[in-house]
């Protein structure tokens, strides 16, 4: 009697620490940064961000680009001035496909798009499985420029996994309880 009473305590807690754990996880999985950056982008070039998603997953984020004299060798008067004309980057969401065709430097059509930006806060829903880039492209100035930012990833395959796993670990724990339970009490002692 003892034995089945310390088993039962035992699966209790196995249940109750899935559970209480899922709603903790699901509210720091997907507001982990993967990318915190702050990186230099030179003239006439990119940084990009590759991602696995899913459809239904969430991509958002938010930089800034620091138009800075002090990081410019030349005249900085003259570059805080052309920067301030057109001092921001392009900003792009990109598929698998679409990615390859810019990349390529072919015509492409980006699933998101801002064009020369300094500040952005974005969020971008993914419509189909696969690679998913983002890309700060600074293509078009011949003044590199300093960006700050994050990218966090909503992966929402990620927490359903999850929820299956704690789920299924729950209902075999029930099952073995009751398959216990019904053996003591068909055959008590």
Known sequence: MKRLFAALVVLSVLVYLPTGTTSS????????????????????????????????????GAF?????????????????????????????????????????????????????VTTLSWSFDISRSGEWYVVYDNDSSVYGKQVEGSINHNDIGLVNSFLLLTIVGSTLVLVTMAVYARRFFAHPK
């Open 25 to 60: 996880s699901m509210d720091t999985l997907h507001m982990n940064p993967l990318s915190t950056h702050n990186f230099w982008i030179g003239p006439l070039s990119s940084k990009i961000y590759q991602f696995h998603c899913e459809a239904g997953d969430t991509l958002d």
């Open 64 to 116: 800034t680009v620091t138009l800075d004299g002090d990081q410019y060798r030349g005249d900085q008067q003259k570059y805080d001035h052309w920067v301030g004309w057109g001092g921001g980057v392009d900003f792009y969401i990109l598929d698998q496909i679409e990615y390859s065709s810019w990349s390529e430097e072919e015509n492409f059509t980006a699933a998101f798009v801002m064009s020369d």
